[in-house]
């Protein structure tokens, strides 16, 4: 009965220290696991910061994705070899070799810029984009590569509307999602009364509607009107002063300030080496305005 019952105390014991050795071996890989966690986190910030930079993926990639409408001469449209051209289009190039990569265009309408822009179709928009405040709430801009002057824009045969006042119970026609629409919604209806916008995804259709009397007016700038009306032969004219100067900058998603500083510093060399002057008078036939 004795050794009976010395041999259950020595298998007590036995299972006893077999436990505490596991849970001693637990513990030291636990702890060397923790270990290796908490150093985890600075090496895998320090790749994604690498990762996450704007301006490495582009040049990573070599190539400057870019929106644009195509079809806003002066500005950016398909000339005869089928291939994106125009003020826009130059700059964007002259942008992208400062980079030290290639434009890559990628075409729409100018409604669904922005939303491309965030969704990060593209790398950025260069496509005659006025900065606004309240597009300062959804995008960053770089400086303004150029200043547009908007008129009202009628048929030869109309001498009844010369100004905002006479748009009164009018159809106007306007670019949807452009500054101007906004600017007669916001700005011009509830100071001169009720008339109706007609929206357009771009400019020549707007053009056709007024020549053929579809609507009574337009509002648009000089420089994007010449090249249409010259190539169609459309009867219409610019009455009146300007009602509004815009600038326009290059737009870039929100938080991505080396990206942005890039394309900015990007701007301010093609301005002081005067390749801007070289562009702008290429397709304006005149210098730019000081600044």
């Not at 056709?208 to 994007?224: E, H, P, S």
């Not at 090249?227 to 300007?242: L, M, Q, R, S, T």
């Amino acid at each position: 009965m004795l050794t009976k019952s010395k041999n259950s105390l020595i298998l007590t014991i036995s299972v006893i220290l077999l436990v505490a050795l596991a849970l001693a071996g637990c513990g030291s890989k636990s702890n060397s696991n923790d270990n290796q966690a908490a150093s985890s986190p600075a090496a895998s910030d320090s790749g994604t910061a690498n990762t996450d930079n704007l301006l490495n993926q582009v040049k990573s990639a070599g190539v400057l994705k870019v929106g644009l409408m195509g079809t806003y001469a002066p500005y950016n449209f398909l000339n005869e070899n089928k291939e994106i051209d125009g003020f826009d289009a130059d700059i964007a190039k002259e942008i992208a070799k400062r980079l030290g990569v290639k434009a890559e265009f990628a075409p729409q309408e100018f409604s669904g810029l922005i939303p491309s822009l965030q969704a990060g179709k593209i790398d950025a928009i260069i496509s005659q984009v006025t900065i606004t405040d309240e597009r300062k709430q959804q995008i960053d801009f770089t400086q303004p590569y150029i200043t547009n002057e908007v008129k009202i824009i009628v048929r030869q045969d109309n001498d009844s509307i010369t100004k905002l006042e006479d748009f009164k119970g009018r159809n106007i026609g306007v670019g949807l999602g452009t500054n101007d629409e906004t600017y007669l919604r916001k700005e011009v209806l509830p100071k001169i009364g009720k008339f109706d916008i007609k929206t357009y995804d771009d400019v020549i259709t707007s053009l056709q509607d007024l020549n053929a009397g579809r609507i009574d007016a337009t509002i648009n700038n000089l420089y994007a009107l010449k090249p249409i009306v010259d190539k169609n032969g459309f009867k219409i004219k610019a009455v009146g002063e300007a009602l509004k100067a815009d600038k326009a900058g290059v737009a870039v998603r929100k938080d991505n300030p080396e990206f942005r500083d890039a394309l900015d510093k990007a701007l301010t060399d093609i301005k002081a080496d005067g390749n801007y002057k070289t562009i702008f008078k290429k397709w304006f036939g005149e210098e730019p305005a000081a600044e």
